[in-house]
């Protein structure tokens, strides 16, 4: 498209440093974890209505679209468990086999403190 007398091109890459076709990737894998997970894996009462990712998709990028790494919370739960070592802590509990896949696959030595 011309405009300004300049040729703009459209980008492979968003403005903030995204794939395009990231979004859509994740939000598919959010609706798979929330359908998988029909109820809130925490409290057990309320309907999934939210992914939380137990190990965060900004310091492990490659863990963002990983099924492990994906659990259904409602919207109360989810906020208990963003940000809280609390949280992961819980998981690794609940859950001993997928935190363990999920730290192989992030290739740290985690701890839970």
């Not at 492990?60 to 109360?76: E, K």
């Not at 906020?79 to 992030?106: C, H, S, V």
Request: proline share 4%; charged share 35%.
């Amino acid at each position: 498209m011309k405009r300004g007398g300049r040729i703009r091109r459209r980008r492979a890459v968003s403005r903030r440093g995204k794939a395009w076709g990231l979004r859509d990737q994740s939000r598919a894998a959010s609706l798979a974890a929330r359908e998988r997970d029909r109820v809130c894996q925490r409290c057990r009462q309320e309907p999934s209505t939210e992914a939380h990712h137990v190990f965060p998709k900004g310091k492990f990028p490659d863990l963002r679209l990983v099924a492990d790494n994906l659990i259904g919370l409602c919207g109360a739960c989810h906020r208990w468990a963003d940000g809280q070592a609390r949280g992961k802590r819980w998981f690794a509990e609940t859950f001993p086999e997928r935190y363990a896949r999920l730290k192989m696959l992030a290739g740290v030595e985690l701890r839970l403190s």
